[in-house]
């Protein structure tokens, strides 16, 4: 069973840069099937997409976030980054990793795009 | 638009069938996929693709789609259904949208 864990730094002030990684245990980070997501929840808000990094390494970026974000996997120690710039209050939230599933269509053509395996969330405050 | 449109709020009674509904113009090309989520929990997948539940689901859960609209139904809704639901897509490129959350509560 697929595993991840995110970790923070438990405090970001603003204008700071925000890094979060996640680890994979119960399998390989470099295995075809997955793709790797983040996911953020403000405090009493909905889910908020912010990056999707492919198996063969292209990354797609929430439009809304894209200036400011940036991705990226560390197959050899089996986890992904998040990196966020000029942090503000807006961004104090729970983030989440998780796989990512993207290509599905289904059997009347539609596409599919779903989270299947997520971590348990860190709660990153954004606070001087 | 990129948006996706939930009912902030749903109430059922115990033991009753309810439908939590999803509205965007991205369901013209994308089957919504549904997430339960509890206070201070992480969100999982309840359903995804055309009606398929992950291992541990109960087929009590299942999905349906028409034109703009997506929708979740619970039958025979029971006290642990009680959470914030969300439904997501994706739009024409590519980009990953959710809903706003709809608290179902079970009276």
């Known amino acids: 069973q697929l595993q991840l864990r995110e970790s923070g730094p438990g405090l970001v002030r603003p204008s700071e840069t925000l890094s979060l990684t996640c680890s994979v245990s119960?399998?390989?980070?470099?295995?075809?099937?997955?793709?790797w997501g983040w996911v953020r929840q403000s405090p009493g808000k909905g889910l908020e997409w912010i990056a999707t990094?492919?198996?063969?390494?292209?990354?797609l970026y929430n439009p809304s976030l894209k200036s400011r974000v940036s991705m990226s996997i560390d197959t050899s120690n089996n986890y992904f980054s998040l990196q966020l710039r000029s942090v503000t209050a807006a961004d104090a939230a729970v983030y989440y990793c998780?796989?990512?599933?993207?290509?599905?269509?289904?059997?009347?053509?539609?596409?599919?795009?779903?989270?299947?395996?997520w971590g348990q969330g860190t709660l990153v405050p954004v606070s001087s | 638009s990129s948006e996706l449109t939930q009912d902030p709020t749903v109430s059922v009674a115990l033991g009753q069938t309810v439908k939590i509904t999803c509205q965007g113009d991205s369901l013209r090309i994308c089957f919504p996929s549904w997430y339960r989520q509890k206070p201070g929990q992480a969100p999982f997948l309840l359903i995804y693709?055309?009606?398929n539940r992950p291992s541990g689901i109960p087929d009590r859960f299942s999905a349906s789609r028409s034109e703009n609209t997506g929708s979740l139904t619970i039958t025979g809704a029971l006290a642990e259904d009680e959470a914030d639901y969300y439904c997501n897509c994706r739009d024409n490129d590519g980009n990953v949208i959710f809903g706003g959350g709809t608290k179902l509560t079970v009276l």
């Open positions: 990094i492919y198996y063969l390494g292209g990354i």
């Open positions: 998780a796989t990512h599933q993207v290509g599905m269509i289904t059997s009347g053509g539609l596409v599919a795009t779903y989270f299947d395996n």
């Open positions: 119960g399998g390989s980070i470099d295995y075809s099937s997955f793709h």
């Open positions: 693709g055309e009606n």
